[in-house]
C-alpha cells in the first residue's frame, strides 16, 4: 500500500473545511467567534473572558470584545466569581440559551437534511468516523 499524500490531504481538507464554514456562516446569524463562546459557555458553564479564550485560542483581548458585544445583545452576562472576588464569570442569559438553542436547530437542520439527502448510509457510517477524526485534529 502506497503512502498516503498528507500535503495533499492537508490542503484539499483545508479549502473543503473552507467551504463548509462558509455554507454554515451563511445559515446562522452569529460570528464565527460568537457562536464557539455560545457554545462553549453551554456545553461548559461559566467561565472567565481568559479561560474563554485560551480554550479558543484567542487573544484575550480579541474575546473580551466578543463577550462586551454578546452582552450588550443580552446573551451573556458578567458575574462576580464566587471564589475569586476579583474575577468575573460569563453565563448564557435566558435569552442567550433561547437564542442558541433556535440558532442550533436552524443550522443543524440544515446540515441534517444534507447529510440524510445527499448521503448514502455508507457514506453516513463514513462521515460519523471522520467527524471524530477530525475532532481530534482540532484538539491536536
Do not use: N
Not at 108 to 114: K, Q
Amino acid at each position: 500500500m502506497t503512502k498516503p499524500d498528507t500535503a495533499r490531504i492537508a490542503s484539499e481538507l483545508r479549502l473543503v473545511l473552507g467551504q463548509l464554514l462558509r455554507r454554515l456562516r451563511a445559515e446562522h446569524r452569529f460570528s464565527l467567534s460568537q457562536g464557539a463562546v455560545l457554545g462553549r459557555l453551554d456545553r461548559e458553564g461559566p467561565q472567565s473572558v481568559s479561560d474563554l479564550a485560551a480554550s479558543e485560542r484567542m487573544r484575550q483581548q480579541s474575546m473580551a470584545q466578543t463577550v462586551s458585544d454578546l452582552e450588550a445583545d443580552g446573551l451573556v452576562e458578567r458575574r462576580p466569581d464566587p471564589q475569586d472576588g476579583r474575577r468575573a464569570l460569563v453565563s448564557l442569559t435566558e435569552q442567550g440559551i433561547a437564542v442558541l438553542q433556535a440558532e442550533r436547530r436552524q443550522r443543524e437542520g440544515w446540515l441534517a437534511r444534507a447529510i440524510t439527502d445527499d448521503l448514502s448510509p455508507e457514506e453516513q457510517a463514513v462521515l460519523s468516523d471522520a467527524v471524530a477524526l477530525l475532532r481530534r485534529l482540532a484538539e491536536s
